[in-house]
């Protein structure tokens, strides 16, 4: 057993002695589409950028960790003077209001990416993201969560040159206001309840088009 052991031991340092490991630095920017699930707003348009490192352990797989900036939130339209239908619209036309909620994230992303062929690509991995900004007060709303958990997946294609172009879809986990949606309890005569519903659990979403170019090592 031991020397089976060893044997293993000896063989992966052969491996890793003989890899070959490249690192790749970049960076990339990008439009955020981003909404809020289970909501009234709309989708909002708005902007990320960052810096990734590449870590190529083979040509088909690399891991690669990314600092962004993601600007991301929801948009929502309200119609005044609807209220009094008695009103002419012609004295008195209807007055169109926009509001933009947003969060600003600054996002770790460990992402996994598959090369096939001359240069397409699929990623998928997690991004831990920290709040740095919103605007939900000036709306009256309470402040959000400071960190959400999101699934990052996409595909991409990437010229000889460095320059690439992607296309992800991230999806959070968390709660937006944190809401404890499995809360429950006890009713004075020892009956059991539980306040889940789904339905009013807020998540971020967002469909990210993005530039990125990665730096040839020497």
Known sequence: MKKTLFLCCLAFVALAANAQVSIQPGVRGGINF????????DMKTDF??????????????????????SRQGAKATDYY???????????YPERKVERKYSLDY????????FTFGPGFQVMVGPSF????????????????????LSLVAGVG?????????????KQGLVDVYGYDR???????????YNNYNVDDIVL???????VSYSFKMK
Do not use: C
């Open 48 to 69: 990320f950028v960052g810096g990734s490192i590449a870590i190529k352990f083979t040509k088909f797989y690399a891991l690669q960790p990314e600092l962004t900036y």
């Open 129 to 148: 993201d920290f709040k740095v900004a919103d605007n939900f007060d000036s709306y009256g709303y309470g402040s959000p969560q400071d960190f959400d």
């Open 157 to 169: 294609f990437v010229l000889k040159n460095g320059l690439g172009f992607d296309l992800r879809f």
């Open 34 to 41: 981003s909404k809020l699930t289970n909501s009234d707003a």
């Open 106 to 113: 600054l996002s770790l992303g460990i992402i996994n990416k």
């Open 182 to 192: 499995f809360n429950t309890y006890y009713d004075q005569y020892g009956n059991y």
């Open 81 to 91: 003077n609807a209220l009094v239908p008695e009103f002419d619209p012609m004295f």
């Open 204 to 210: 971020n979403q967002v469909i990210q088009v993005g």
